[in-house]
C-alpha cells in the first residue's frame, strides 16, 4: 500500500520537537509526500503552542516546495468530559485538521471507564478530525463502544507509527483497534507523528498493522491523492489539489 500524505508531524513550535517547517515539509518532499499536515500540541501541554501559532497558520503557503501544507494542530484530551484545549473557538474552527489525544502529563491516567466518557465528548465535537494513537496502554477505552460510534459522529481513527514504536504495550491495542475499524468500516490515516524531519514519511509499522488487521486500501484515507483530497472535499470543503 502506498501512503500519499504525513497528517501527524511537529515542528519545534513544540519544543520537544526539533525541526522546522521548512525541514518538514523538505522531508515530506524527499519521502514522496503530496501533503503534510503539520499538527502541533495544543496551548494545554507545558510546550505546546500559543494559540496564535494555530489562529496565523493561514500565513503557510498552501503549497511549498511543491508539497500541499495542512494547516492541522493535535489537541489535548482533557478530564473528565474529553473537552480540549481551551483555544478561541474562531481560531479553532478555521483548523483544517484535528487530531485529538490523551497525553499524560494533561489527563492523569484513570479508568476505563473514564476514559470512554473523555472519548464520548471526543465524538460530540464537530472540529476534530481524528482519534489521535487510541492505542496508547495507559490510555484504555472501550474500543468497541467508541470505534462503532465513529462513522456517526465523523471521526477518523490513526494508525500512528511513532506509537508503535515508543509505546510499550501499544501493538496489541492498535491491532485490536484496527480490526474494529476493518469490522465497522472506520476510515483510518496512517501517520508517522514525526517529531524530527528524519521520522517523516515513515509507515512501516504502521502499513504492517494495518496489514496484519486485514485493513482494505479504500479504508485508508492517505491510501491515494484522489482519496485524500475526497477526504478533504467532505469535511472541510477544502480542495487540496485544485490544478490536478
Ligand atoms: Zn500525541
Ligand atoms: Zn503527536
Not at 137 to 163: L, M
Not at 210 to 230: D, Q
Request: with cysteine; proline share 5%.
Amino acid at each position: 500500500m502506498q501512503i500519499v500524505a504525513d497528517l501527524h508531524t511537529h515542528t519545534n513550535v513544540s519544543t520537544h520537537a526539533y525541526s522546522s517547517l521548512a525541514e518538514m515539509v523538505h522531508a515530506a518532499k524527499q519521502a514522496g509526500m503530496l501533503a503534510i499536515a503539520l499538527t502541533d500540541h495544543g496551548p494545554a501541554m507545558e510546550d505546546g503552542a500559543h494559540q496564535w501559532h494555530f489562529a496565523n497558520q493561514s500565513i503557510f503557503p498552501r503549497v511549498m516546495d511543491g508539497v500541499v501544507v495542512i494547516r492541522g494542530m493535535e489537541c489535548n484530551i482533557l478530564p473528565p468530559m474529553g473537552a480540549v484545549d481551551p483555544i478561541e473557538y474562531k481560531y479553532y474552527k478555521e483548523l483544517e485538521y484535528v487530531i485529538a489525544s490523551f497525553h499524560d502529563p494533561i489527563y492523569k491516567p484513570a479508568t476505563v471507564e473514564a476514559h470512554t466518557i473523555a472519548m464520548e465528548g471526543v465524538l460530540r465535537d464537530p472540529v476534530i478530525t481524528t482519534l489521535g494513537h487510541p492505542g496508547t496502554p495507559a490510555f484504555k477505552f472501550d474500543y468497541e463502544h467508541i470505534i462503532s460510534r465513529c462513522n456517526e459522529s465523523g471521526k477518523i481513527v490513526e494508525i500512528n507509527n511513532n506509537s508503535i514504536n515508543v509505546r510499550r504495550g501499544c501493538q496489541e491495542n492498535c491491532l485490536e483497534i484496527a480490526r474494529l475499524c476493518k469490522k465497522y468500516e472506520v476510515p483510518v490515516v496512517i501517520s508517522s507523528d514525526a517529531h524530527i524531519a528524519y521520522q517523516v514519511g515513515k509507515f512501516d509499522n504502521a502499513l504492517a498493522l494495518v496489514e496484519e488487521a486485514g485493513i482494505p486500501e479504500e479504508l485508508v484515507i492517505n491510501s491515494s491523492k484522489e482519496r485524500l483530497a475526497a477526504y478533504f472535499r467532505t469535511i472541510r470543503g477544502l480542495d487540496l489539489f485544485p490544478d490536478a
